[in-house]
């Protein structure tokens, strides 16, 4: 079975920095695309970035360009998000997603079943 495990949520104040990870099972891991999408409450789930198989091709939403990194290494089944200049608005449940194919949009073939990040004024 494929198994999407998100880690490293918590709670930080704006300005600071966190950094999620999503450790993959039970699938080809270097043939996925792999990425994250967000919910914050009362709102609908966005996309925020996604890695190309080895890594060579990052996407992101535009409300994170530029303050977070996608990355992978698929040595260790992983997909990692560095979250850096948190604002408020970032608050959201995190879910990391796979797709064998290129995705931008809410269109992952697997989700994990997130982690929360919550960013205080």
């Known amino acids: 079975q494929v198994q999407l495990v998100e880690s490293g949520g918590g709670l930080v104040q704006a300005g600071g920095s966190l950094r999620l990870s999503c450790a993959a099972s039970g699938l080809n891991f270097s043939i996925y695309y792999m990425g994250w999408s967000r919910q914050a409450a009362g709102k609908e789930r966005e996309f925020v970035a996604t890695?190309?198989?080895?890594?060579?091709?990052?996407i992101y939403a535009d409300s994170v360009k530029g303050r977070f990194t996608v990355s992978r290494d698929n040595a260790k089944n992983t997909v990692y998000l560095q979250m850096n200049g948190l604002k408020p608005d970032d608050t959201a449940v995190y879910y990391c997603g796979a797709r064998r194919t290129a995705w931008t949009s809410d269109t992952a073939d697997y989700w994990g079943q997130g982690t929360q990040v919550t960013v205080s004024s």
């Open positions: 890695i190309s198989w080895s890594g060579g091709t990052t």
